[in-house]
Nanobody, 125 residues
Framework: QVQLVESGGGLVQAGGSLRLSCAASGRTFSSYDMGWFRQAPGKEREFVAAIRWSGGRTVYADSVKGRFTISRGSAKNTVYLQMNSLKPEDTAVYYC??????????????????WGQGTQVTVSS
């Protein structure tokens, strides 16, 4: 089993920044891809960003491209989501996810095997 713990959420004004962190513990994999998703009240969960552990290639949702940056920590069991120029529509619970094996596509929830409990991000106008 892998445990994922997110932190860094909170309340911020529009235009501000937050950095989310996700720490993985438990069973380790030689390499695993990680992603961030979010879910706003009354809406479906949506993909935000993902990073390949091998090579560090990243992919972003169009809605966050240029504002959010996903990165990995030097310990390789931590992933970050730097969120800049936040907008009220970014308000959601943000979830970290981990794929136990390499998947061709990382933009869908079905690619991931483990999920964190989520952290609330609220952007006020």
């Amino acid at each position: 089993q892998v445990q994922l713990v997110e932190s860094g959420g909170g309340l911020v004004q529009a235009g501000g920044s937050l950095r989310l962190s996700c720490a993985a513990s438990g069973r380790t994999f030689s390499s695993y891809d990680m992603g961030w998703f979010r879910q706003a009240p009354g809406k479906e969960r949506e993909f935000v960003a993902a990073i390949r552990w091998s090579g560090g290639r990243t992919v972003y949702a169009d809605s966050v491209k240029g504002r959010f940056t996903i990165s990995r920590g030097s310990a390789k069991n931590t992933v970050y989501l730097q969120m800049n120029s936040l907008k009220p529509e970014d308000t959601a619970v943000y979830y970290c996810a981990c794929a136990a094996s390499t998947k061709l596509v990382l933009t869908t929830g079905t690619a991931y095997d483990y999920w964190g409990q989520g952290t609330q991000v609220t952007v006020s106008s």
